[in-house]
């Protein structure tokens, strides 16, 4: 999967932010609206991380995780993730494929073996994809951007009561703090970083609804569609 696939023509649609921004739901939500497809480019690092987990291979060994991911199929049906025919869609949830996956993301080699594959889901009518670095790598000639953030206590306190809401026990400061490491390593990793790519529309949901963010962004879409 090293190959570098054309981009393709369809329009795309970039929103990139931090852990728990709401990107997911937003981003599912702005593509259902103009019938488009949506990857969710989060779930193909946890997808290599539970593959790393399960092979036991070491999640700095660049090597042994480039042929382990390179062999992997990955296929998304519906909101379902398949990988090598395997439904995988409850397992890369866990709190252990998160870590896991914010550790293999930041090896240039695995972002290199994913490229081809998400590239590929470019096509007609048009696909919104969320993630940390589609602006600014995967998909550099999107027709709009979006940076869509909120401060670390808030998407914290989102988080705590999404758990809550499904009967699971949550610790407010320890949501925190593994939001603030997880950030801080996805911020600082030498091979695309996060960060707002150039020209991104910034969208802080502080005191913002999930509906009020997509409506923003499909504003914006307008705009420049
Ligand atoms: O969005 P998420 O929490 O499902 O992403 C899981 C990890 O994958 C996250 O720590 C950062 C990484 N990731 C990335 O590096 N690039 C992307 N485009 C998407 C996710």
Redesign the pocket.
């Known amino acids: 999967m090293n190959i570098v696939a054309p981009t393709g023509s369809a329009p795309v649609i970039a929103i ?1 932010g931090p ?2 921004s709401g ?2 739901t937003v981003a599912a939500k702005v593509a259902h609206a103009l019938g488009f497809h949506y990857l ?7 997808a290599a ?1 539970v593959a790393s987990i399960e092979s036991g291979t070491a999640a700095d060994d660049e090597a042994a995780l480039v042929s382990l991911v390179s062999g992997l199929t990955l296929r998304f049906e519906g909101d379902r993730i398949l990988m090598n025919g395997r439904d995988v869609s409850d397992a ?1 949830r866990t709190e252990e494929a ?1 870590v896991r ?2 550790q293999v ?2 090896v240039p080699g695995v ?1 290199a073996a994913l490229l081809g594959l ?1 590239r590929s889901l470019r096509t007609a009518p048009g696909l919104v ?6 602006g600014t790598v ?1 998909f550099p000639d999107a027709r709009l951007k979006v940076y869509l953030t909120a401060s670390a206590a808030v998407r914290a306190a989102r988080r705590h009561k999404q758990l809550i809401e499904k009967g699971l026990s949550a610790n407010l400061e320890g949501l925190l703090r593994d939001l603030e490491s ?1 950030d801080e ?2 911020r600082s ?1 030498a091979v ?1 970083p ?1 960060a707002a790519a150039p020209g991104a529309r910034v969208i802080d949901s502080d005191h913002l609804s999930v509906a009020e963010v997509v409506d923003q962004v499909l504003a914006a879409y307008r705009e420049v569609g």
């Open positions: 990139d852990s728990a990107k997911g969710d480019s989060g779930a193909l690092y946890r991380a890369i998160g996956s914010s993301a930041s972002r998400q994809g969320d993630g940390r670095d589609m995967v997880r390593r996805d990793r695309a996060l």
